[in-house]
């Protein structure tokens, strides 16, 4: 069974860093793509980047592009996220995601597309 563990999230000041950690297990991790997406209050599930099964492709949402960076640790069967600059409008509960295609180097930006959840960390920018 796939499980998803996020953390890194908290409080951050407008301009500031966080790195987010998402840990998973149950499968061959370096096989799959991984994902990070966001949910902001009142607002539905958005893209915010992934990285192909063998770490050579990132995709990121145009919101994020130049601030944030996807990554993967494959001997650690970790993805972080390392977000710098943040702004306001950033705040939301991060979620990693990833999916059953094996070997896949393209990405999906629908949350439907994507199998596996974690359980998401609260990421709070304040101005």
């Known amino acids: 069974q796939v499980q998803l563990v996020e953390s890194g999230g908290g409080l951050v000041q407008a301009g500031g860093s966080l790195r987010l950690s998402c840990s998973a297990s149950?499968?061959?991790?370096?096989?799959?793509?991984m994902a990070w997406f966001r949910q902001a209050p009142g607002k539905g599930r958005e893209f915010v980047a992934s990285?192909?099964?063998?770490?050579?492709?990132?995709y990121y949402a145009d919101s994020v592009k130049g601030r944030f960076t996807i990554s993967r640790d494959d001997a650690k069967n970790t993805v972080y996220l390392q977000m710098n600059n943040l702004e306001p409008e950033d705040t939301a509960n991060y979620f990693c995601?990833?999916?059953?295609?094996?070997?896949?180097?393209?990405?999906?930006?629908?949350?439907?597309?994507?199998?596996?959840w974690g359980q998401g960390t609260r990421v709070t920018v304040s101005s």
């Open positions: 149950g499968r061959t991790f370096n096989q799959y793509p």
């Open positions: 995601a990833t999916e059953d295609v094996p070997y896949y180097s393209g990405t999906y930006y629908s949350e439907d597309e994507w199998d596996y």
């Open positions: 990285i192909t099964w063998s770490g050579g492709r990132q």
